[in-house]
């Protein structure tokens, strides 16, 4: 399986034949830093930001017919999990041009471009000019965002209905620019927006798959789901779309960023997951051919 690449992601997808309406995305998984990146935080720092491993983890789903996005862009540099006017006009240099909405995000130092690498340290020592964002949006963002709206558009048209899974990995505990300041957390967070971006039963199928396979898991606490589920999530239009946060602590060594013995076992675990979730998908898509 070659996968198609370009500047911002890597798409791979299964054989045609195979191919199923179940989409996986992992927006934080990429780690490349452009050369206009004048950072002042250091790379540790930067790196607690990257979701690390999180594609490769998921991959294996494309063998059951899945298709899966990885970011290859780092979302210290732009974040592909925000909307693209949720931006602290403190940043700039100038005004921006159109309306911004800085969210709960941005005013914590999160937003579409990070204010902060950590808690208390500055991304930037200088102002960005509208010109450098609006190039990041233009080449990075956009791109990103077209291909899994594309996609998910012809799998539905393809299926009638479309699932969607926005992959990502959590630290232990949180820090101070999360809602769950120091707080330990669960193996496996669903997020669904408190219901809203998805069909119910299928994050509950999800959460019960993981719990079945022995892990905590936690529903909407600390994550609810951001800005891809809430943009993609219409499950009134057969389009469903579930966060699922995984801990690092399970599968790496969070201080050195490297893989730890348990990598393998937790990827065997997410291929069961993914089964759980194709024969799910499968059975919803005989049963929408049974009623014509």
Known sequence: MTPILT???QLYQPEKGDLIPLVF??????????????????????????????????LPATSQGASLMAAQISRMYIDLNRAPNDIDPNLLAEPWPEELKPSVYSSRGMGLIRALAVPGQPMYKNLLSTSAVANRITQYYQPYHLCLMTLLAQLKQQFGQVWHIDCHSMKSR????????????????????????A???FSD???QSFRQAGYRVAVNYPYKGGYLTANYGKPKELQHSIQIEINRALYMNEQEFCRSA?????????????QTVVSYIRERLSHTRGEK
């Open 25 to 58: 995305d992992s927006p934080h998984s990429g780690l490349v830093l452009p050369d206009d990146f004048a950072s002042i935080a250091s790379i540790e720092q930067i790196k607690t930001g990257w979701d690390a491993f999180v594609d490769e983890l998921w």
């Open 199 to 201: 069909d119910p039963e």
């Open 174 to 197: 949180g820090n101070a620019m999360n809602i769950d300041h120091n707080q330990p957390r669960a193996d496996i967070v669903i997020g669904d927006l408190d219901g809203t971006s």
């Open 205 to 207: 199928l999800v959460a």
């Open 262 to 274: 348990s990598f393998d076992l937790l990827q065997a675990d997410l291929q069961r997951v993914t």
């Open 7 to 9: 500047d911002s992601y």
